[in-house]
């Protein structure tokens, strides 16, 4: 029997991240191979024009599962309904523009956004903030969305996991595949904390396999912390298909339970935390869906000294975003 629709909404859809992941939900490596969809197209008015582009090129695919599609800037309408919403929209920062100025534009965003979702999305929506800075804006839907469960709310940090397994793997001259439990800690940003302490190599602690701490410690965080960066003057342009693939990682993690004694990183809201972060924060912690479709911070990691140093610095930038943007919270 075909399963009912599921309502898909992307914001920021006539954008580069955009343009990798929309062929791919529409293809089902979202949400399945069995699922049909609506994909809802969200971007500024003045980009309707590209939108109307993609839907051609998603019609000219004559993708299976996809059913419908719709484009537009119509917050409310377009997010009528909806049972997944990805936020990839965001202003970039410009010339000149500082930090505070990105969260207070990029915030006001978020107000809108959430306030629409509220009103007209399924109850049940889960929402993934993939605009930076993405777990401050995170934070803010959460304060504009009432009538939504917070814990429906989540900030993308797949790609730092990935980039992480990458580097290890690369260390130690192993398959990606032999590298696991690699977690990611606090903000998506250059102050994040990708842990080595508790990460495997081939199901032995990495730190035994790469016996180079200095390394651990040194380059491996500053290479994942600022690979963003790195893609940039490379790419001239950031980072899009990789993105796109950890969004997809992302909702599979979120949706399919995780293996017994494994993990995965995901930004969620601090609330009743097990690793003693401040309430009120959109942070990321080592997480793992449960069979009944729960998600849980995985409890009971033991922390290293060094860690619980960096955790510390990611964590008082996440409180100074906060505080940044307090005008745009409620409560
Ligand atoms: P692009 O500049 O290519 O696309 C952004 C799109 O968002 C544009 O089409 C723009 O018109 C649209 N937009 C702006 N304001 C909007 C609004 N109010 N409503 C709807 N659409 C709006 O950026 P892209 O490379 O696609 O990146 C999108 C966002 O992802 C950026 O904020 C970027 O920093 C962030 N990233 C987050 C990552 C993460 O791991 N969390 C990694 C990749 C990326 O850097």
Redesign the pocket.
């Known amino acids: 029997m075909t399963k009912p629709l599921k309502k898909v909404a992307v914001?920021?859809?006539?954008?580069?991240?955009?343009?990798s992941l929309i062929f791919r939900i529409a293809e089902g490596d979202l949400l399945g191979q069995d699922q049909p969809i609506a994909l809802h197209l969200?971007?500024?008015p003045?980009?309707e024009g590209?939108l109307k582009g993609v839907a051609m090129e998603l019609n000219d695919c004559a993708f299976p599962l996809l059913k419908e599609i719709k484009v537009g800037?119509q917050?409310e309408s377009l997010f009528e309904g909806v049972h997944y919403a990805l936020f990839?929209?965001?202003?970039?920062r410009g010339p000149g523009m500082e930090r505070k100025d990105l969260l207070a534009d990029?915030g006001a965003?978020f107000v809108?956004?959430a306030q629409a979702l509220d009103k007209t999305a399924d109850r049940s929506v889960k929402v993934l903030?993939?605009?930076?800075p993405?777990n401050t804006n995170c934070l803010i839907a959460m304060h504009h969305a009432a009538n939504l469960p917070r814990h429906n709310f989540f900030?993308?940090?797949?790609?730092?996991q990935n980039r992480a397994v990458f580097q290890l793997a690369e260390k130690a001259k192993v398959a990606t595949t032999d590298v696991s439990h690699v977690a990611i800690w606090g903000n998506?940003s250059a102050t994040q904390v990708p842990d080595f302490f508790h990460a495997q190599i081939r199901g032995r602690p990495a730190i035994d396999i790469i016996q180079d701490r200095a390394w651990l410690e040194g380059d491996f965080i500053q290479k994942v912390q600022k690979r963003?960066a790195e893609v940039i003057a490379a790419r001239g342009?950031?980072?899009?298909a990789?993105?796109s693939h950890?969004i997809i990682e992302t909702f599979r993690s979120l949706l399919v339970p995780t293996p017994q004694g494994h993990w995965y990183s995901l930004a969620v809201s601090s609330h009743k935390n097990p690793y003693g972060i401040p309430e009120d924060l959109v942070f990321s912690f080592p997480c793992r869906s449960l069979e009944s479709g729960v998600l849980e911070i995985y409890p009971g990691l033991a922390m290293d000294a060094f860690l619980e140093q960096k955790i510390a610095l990611t964590k008082k930038e996440l409180i100074e975003e906060r505080s940044l943007v307090a005008h745009l919270l409620k409560g």
């Open positions: 914001t920021g859809a006539a954008g580069q991240i955009a343009y969200i971007d500024l003045e980009a590209s800037s917050l990839v929209g965001a202003k970039p990029n965003i809108k956004g903030v993939v605009g930076n993405c900030a993308m940090t797949r790609l730092d998506h963003g342009k950031s980072s899009a990789s993105a950890a």
